[in-house]
């Protein structure tokens, strides 16, 4: 069965520069979520989206912004990278009305 | 607002020891509940759900008993084996497009 893909897998960034992490949802799925799990914590939620709307906002930096488009996949930008930015991003995609999120393997990032 | 406790870990056993680990949660609707499993290096992996209440799920000798008169959802496991090392994540959802919200997450060591 078709899983939720995240790209890159790992991705390594200076401090200052941008990143974009991308997520591409379970066929169907109208929903995506972003999490950001630093070393040791668990995933604090960051935004999510349906349908294409912002439906929910967490801790998420003013430095990063995200959006889902047509096909439903999303992108993660984050600019003026820091060093705290260093963590697992995970992606999860659900249909609305359902309470299960099926997540993809992550996205590592480390800022040098 | 909803939340999630679990016990600190970390928490170390013997092989085939019985495993508990403690998971209770605050919500105001009624929820879906998840155990989340994170091995060294890797993304989340869903363990195991129930959806309402007095539902058992089961996986890989891992279950977990939804109790709404205690709103607890603890986890065990009768024989613990080395490969079961891993950190712990108990969840919970609302669906409808609401976020899963994570517990700390409890690390389990278990030693040969």
């Known amino acids: 069965a078709a899983g939720v893909i995240q790209s890159p897998r790992h991705l390594i960034k200076e401090k200052r520069e941008t990143a974009t992490l991308k997520c591409y949802p379970i066929?169907?799925?109208?929903?995506v979520y972003w999490y950001q799990q630093g070393p040791g914590q668990d995933p604090q939620f960051l935004i999510s989206?349906?349908?294409?709307?912002?439906?929910d906002k967490g801790s998420i930096p003013d430095r990063f912004s995200a959006q889902q488009f047509s096909d439903y996949h999303s992108e993660l930008n984050m600019s003026s990278l820091e060093l705290g930015d260093s963590a697992l991003y995970f992606c999860?995609?659900?249909?609305?009305?359902?309470?299960?999120?099926?997540f993809g393997q992550g996205t590592r990032l480390t800022v040098v | 607002g909803n939340s999630v406790t679990q016990m600190e870990g970390p928490v170390t056993l013997s092989e085939e020891a019985f495993l508990t680990i403690n998971c209770t949660y605050t919500?105001?609707?009624?929820?879906?509940l998840f155990w989340y499993v994170q091995y060294p290096g890797e993304g989340l992996q869903l363990l195991l759900k129930?959806?309402?209440?007095?539902d058992k799920g089961s996986n890989k000798g891992f279950e977990a008993t939804y109790r709404k008169e205690t709103t607890s959802f603890h986890l065990e496991k009768g024989s613990v084996q080395v490969s079961d090392s891993a950190v712990y994540f108990c969840?919970?959802?609302?669906?409808?497009?609401?976020?899963?919200?994570f517990g700390a997450g409890t690390r389990l060591f278990v030693k040969a």
């Open positions: 989206f349906y349908e294409k709307m912002q439906s």
């Open positions: 999860a995609s659900s249909l609305r009305g359902n309470t299960e999120a099926f």
């Open positions: 919500a105001t609707g009624y929820p879906s």
């Open positions: 129930a959806t309402k209440a007095d």
């Open positions: 066929p169907r799925h109208d929903t």
């Open positions: 969840a919970l959802s609302e669906g409808g497009g609401f976020k899963t919200i």
